[in-house]
C-alpha cells in the first residue's frame, strides 16, 4: 500500500490531453513538492517534473504539474505513442522518508 | 554525461546481507551540491526509497528499514554502496542508484530534491 494514490490506469489517443491525479496528506503533499518520474517499458525511473511544476531541460513542455492541497495531478497533452509508460508521484513526508505513488500505466489508444 | 551503474550479486540467500555498489562516472560524488540515493522496485510494484547519503557520510535513511539498512561512500573510488541485513523475498526487488539533488528553502534549510539521473538498475533475488 502506497502512501501517495495514483489511479493504476489511465488512457488517451494521440493528441488528446490526459492527466494523472496524485493524493496524498498534509505530512507530504500538503506541505512539500511533488515530483514525478517516468517510467518507460524495461527501464529505469526518469525524472519529469521536479518542485510542483518545473521541468528538467529536455522534457517537452506537453508534459505539466500542478499542485492544490494535498493532491497533485500531471497533464500530458498532444498525447504521443511514445509516452506509453508508468508515471510516479514522490514526495518528501515529514515523517522523514520519501515517499512515492504506487504508479500509473499510461496506455496511448 | 553523468552515468550511475550498480554492481553486486543477483542472488542473496534468506537472512543473509544484500550488498550493491554503485560508481559513478562524468562527475565527482564529492560534490557539496547532490546526496546519492537508493531506491528499489519490486517486480511489477512501484518504488521505494532506501536511503541518501552526503559525500561527507551524512545520511537519511527510510525509518522502515533503517534498522537494516548501512549505505556508504567510498570518494577515493566515486562509489557509494549499500548494506541491507537479514533479507527476505520481500526484499526481492530491481535496486537503483540515482543522483540526489539538494535545494535551499525559504528558510534557509538544506532539503533534498529530485533524483536524477537513475543508473539502470540490479535485479537481486532473494532466495535459497
Known amino acids: 500500500q502506497s502512501v501517495l494514490t495514483q489511479p493504476p490506469s489511465a488512457s488517451g489517443t494521440p493528441g488528446q490531453r490526459v492527466t494523472i491525479s496524485c493524493s496524498g496528506s498534509s505530512s507530504n503533499i500538503g506541505s512539500n513538492y511533488v515530483y514525478w518520474y517516468q517510467q518507460l517499458p524495461g527501464t529505469a525511473p526518469k525524472l519529469l517534473i521536479y518542485r510542483n511544476n518545473q521541468r528538467p531541460s529536455g522534457v517537452p513542455d506537453r508534459f505539466s504539474g500542478s499542485k492544490s492541497g494535498t493532491s497533485a495531478s500531471l497533464a500530458i497533452s498532444g498525447l504521443r505513442s511514445e509516452d506509453e509508460a508508468d508515471y510516479y508521484c514522490a514526495a518528501w513526508d515529514d515523517s522523514l522518508s520519501w515517499v512515492f505513488g504506487g504508479g500509473t500505466k499510461l496506455t496511448v489508444l | 554525461q553523468l552515468q550511475l551503474q550498480e554492481s553486486g550479486p543477483g542472488l542473496v540467500k534468506p537472512s543473509e546481507t544484500l550488498s550493491l555498489t554503485c560508481t559513478v562516472s562524468g562527475g565527482s560524488i564529492s560534490s557539496s551540491s547532490y546526496y546519492w540515493g537508493w531506491i528499489r522496485q519490486p517486480p511489477g510494484k512501484g518504488l521505494e526509497w532506501i536511503g541518501s547519503?552526503?559525500?561527507?557520510?551524512?545520511?537519511y535513511y527510510n525509518p522502515s528499514l533503517k534498522s537494516r539498512v548501512t549505505i556508504s561512500v567510498d570518494t577515493s573510488k566515486n562509489q557509494f554502496s549499500l548494506k541491507l541485513s537479514s533479507v527476505t523475498a520481500a526484499d526481492t526487488a530491481v535496486y537503483y542508484c540515482?543522483?540526489?539533488?539538494?535545494?535551499?528553502?525559504?528558510?534557509?534549510?538544506?532539503?533534498?530534491?529530485?533524483?536524477?539521473?537513475w543508473g539502470q538498475g540490479t535485479l537481486v533475488t532473494v532466495s535459497s
Open positions: 540515482a543522483r540526489h539533488g539538494i535545494m535551499i528553502t525559504f528558510g534557509g534549510v538544506i532539503a533534498l530534491d529530485w533524483f536524477d539521473p
Open positions: 547519503i552526503y559525500y561527507s557520510g551524512s545520511t
